[in-house]
Nanobody, 127 residues
Framework: VQLQASGGGLVQAGGSLRVSCAAF????????MGWFRQAPGKEREFVGA????????YYADSVKGRFTIARDNAKNTAYLEMESLKPEDTAVYYC?????????????????????WGQGTLVTVSS
């Protein structure tokens, strides 16, 4: 599968932004979808993920309550809705896909747990 992230941009602190991840190739509903981000000078970190059906989502503590992940399997697209943005949310945001889901309720928060990656989209939050 090929993943293409889009929707990044410049937003003021306190604002909102939605980034999308379009998938091309195999059936989108086969994949657990994750979002990661990498801030300047820092390692890439887990943001959140969503199960194949979309019924289970989980987030890093740093974004919990502000970010929401959703997916539309009919449109082969995953979304990361970001609200109450802070300057420290500035980063390149990456979507990733995992082909297997070990059991219901599994949490995949490590980069190595994902098989495919998009190219990233830059989100800049100004203070």
């Amino acid at each position: 599968v090929q993943l293409q992230a889009s929707g990044g941009g410049l937003v003021q602190a306190g604002g909102s932004l939605r980034v999308s991840c379009a998938a091309f190739g195999r059936t989108f509903s086969y994949y657990v979808m994750g979002w990661f981000r990498q801030a300047p000078g820092k390692e890439r970190e887990f943001v959140g993920a969503i199960s194949r059906s979309g019924g289970f989502t989980y987030y890093a503590d740093s974004v919990k309550g502000r970010f929401t992940i959703a997916r539309d399997n009919a449109k082969n697209t995953a979304y990361l809705e970001m609200e109450s943005l802070k300057p420290e949310d500035t980063a390149v945001y990456y979507c990733a896909a995992r082909t297997t889901d070990t059991y219901a309720g599994s949490r995949y928060i490590r980069e190595y747990q994902y098989d495919y990656w998009g190219q990233g989209t830059l989100v800049t939050v100004s203070s």
